[in-house]
Every structure is written in structure tokens, then in C-alpha cells.
């Protein structure tokens, strides 16, 4: 059964600082890996989804890795902003029927950015 | 990109009560409809998944009864709490797939549920 671990499970850092959030899962056989945002008590915002057979993606200052050999996914920030403080999900889609199964979570990664 | 709407978007209903939640897809047709919950602090667990016309697959866990899915159109899926009691006090998020790029998900803005 696939599992999705996320460390750390939150992070202070001040403004301006560029960090990086872990993702790792069990099963290797994965057909993409989304990473999202979560404010308090909202939805999802999805960031990056990966494909299997992709490196990498970026979006502005974000940018996510995907080594599945390994089951590893970094998502990475630059320049952190105060704006940038939530939750950060990775979740990652099986390759066995991949229309039918659902994207399975970690437990997030939740980032505060101080002024 | 895909739309999903949820509604309520929160509920407050006395301890044995039932509670319905509706989650749409909006401009496409969703082949197939995934229903989570989450818990305060802690990541979506998947509760089940639903397509169009057929009976939902539960995850180990999760009542069936207390928890019914109706997913009887391509756009519409519906979650009724029945018998609600205050542990079922949750975030409920639900999540759509369908059309060309059938490996996303879609997801919804999520409902707020407080049972008293």
C-alpha cells in the first residue's frame, strides 16, 4: 500500500530565505505527483503535478523534483514571502489504473514565513 | 482549469441528524468522483470512490452505511452523513476526474461539517 511521508512536518523561516520541503513514498510505481497549498480552513490550490517520466517542473518560485527511482520529491521556494506561509501537500497517483484510483496524501509540511 | 464546486460550503446539524453534501463538476464530465475527509492538523484521507452509475468502493474503515455516496449523473455526486455524531465533525473535500486529461484531479473548495 502506497505512503506518502512528508518532512519536516512544519517550518519556521524568515523572509527571504529559500528552503526546501520533503516528500518520499513506498511504492516507486507512480503515474504523477502533485504538489499543493492549503490555507486555514480552505481547499486545495494545486502547485506542480510531475509526470512520471519528468525531472522536474517550475512555476515562478517554486520548483519541484521528482526522483522516482528513489521515491523522492522536493519542492523547493526561493525568496520566501510572508504570502507563502500554509500548508504544503505532495500527493502522488498510482500507475496501476491510474484513471481510477485516487491521489493518495501525506500529512503536509506547514511553512510560517516571518517579516 | 476544471471547476468542482461544493455545497454547503459549511453545515451545523444537531448529533443524529443526516446531512447531505453536493460536489459538481462544472464544465466537464466526471467519470469518476473521490470523496475525502480530513481531520484538523492531519492530511486528506480518502473515504471512497464513486463512477457514474455504479455503486462506490469504500476504503477499510469507512462505513458504508453512515456514509452514503450517490454518484448518479457525470456531474454530480452526492455524500450523505446519516445518523451524524459529533466524530464526524470534519472537513469533507471531494474531488473529480473525467475528460481529456483524466489524471488530474479536480477538487472541490471542501464543506465544513460541526455536529453538536
Known amino acids: 500500500k502506497q505512503e506518502v511521508t512528508q518532512i519536516p512536518a512544519a517550518l519556521s523561516v524568515p523572509e527571504g530565505e529559500n528552503l526546501v520541503l520533503n516528500c518520499s513514498f513506498t511504492d516507486s510505481a507512480i503515474y504523477n505527483l502533485q504538489w499543493f497549498r492549503q490555507d486555514p480552513g480552505k481547499g486545495l490550490t494545486s502547485l506542480l503535478l510531475i509526470q512520471s517520466s519528468q525531472r522536474e517542473q517550475t512555476s515562478g518560485r517554486l520548483n519541484a523534483s521528482l526522483d522516482k527511482s528513489s521515491g523522492r520529491s522536493t519542492l523547493y521556494i526561493a525568496a520566501s514571502q510572508p504570502g507563502d506561509s500554509a500548508t504544503y501537500l505532495c500527493?502522488?497517483?498510482?500507475?496501476?489504473?491510474?484513471?481510477?484510483?485516487?491521489?493518495?496524501f501525506g500529512k503536509g509540511t506547514t511553512l510560517s514565513v516571518s517579516s | 482549469g476544471a471547476v468542482v464546486s461544493q455545497h454547503p460550503s459549511w453545515v451545523i446539524c444537531k448529533s443524529g441528524t443526516s446531512v447531505k453534501i453536493e460536489c459538481r463538476s462544472l464544465d466537464f464530465q466526471a467519470t469518476t468522483m473521490f470523496w475525502y475527509r480530513q481531520f484538523p492538523k492531519q492530511s486528506l484521507m480518502l473515504m471512497a470512490t464513486s463512477n457514474e452509475g455504479s455503486k462506490a468502493t469504500y476504503e477499510q474503515g469507512v462505513e458504508k452505511d453512515k456514509f452514503l455516496i450517490n454518484h448518479a449523473s457525470l456531474t454530480l455526486s452526492t455524500l450523505t452523513v446519516t445518523s451524524a455524531h459529533p466524530e464526524d465533525s470534519s472537513f469533507y473535500i471531494c474531488?473529480?476526474?473525467?475528460?481529456?486529461?483524466?489524471?488530474?484531479?479536480?477538487f472541490g473548495p471542501g464543506t465544513r461539517l460541526t455536529v453538536t
Open positions: 474531488s473529480a476526474r473525467g475528460g481529456d486529461r483524466f489524471y488530474e484531479q479536480y
Open positions: 500527493a502522488v497517483l498510482s500507475a496501476a489504473n491510474q484513471a481510477g484510483t485516487a491521489l493518495i
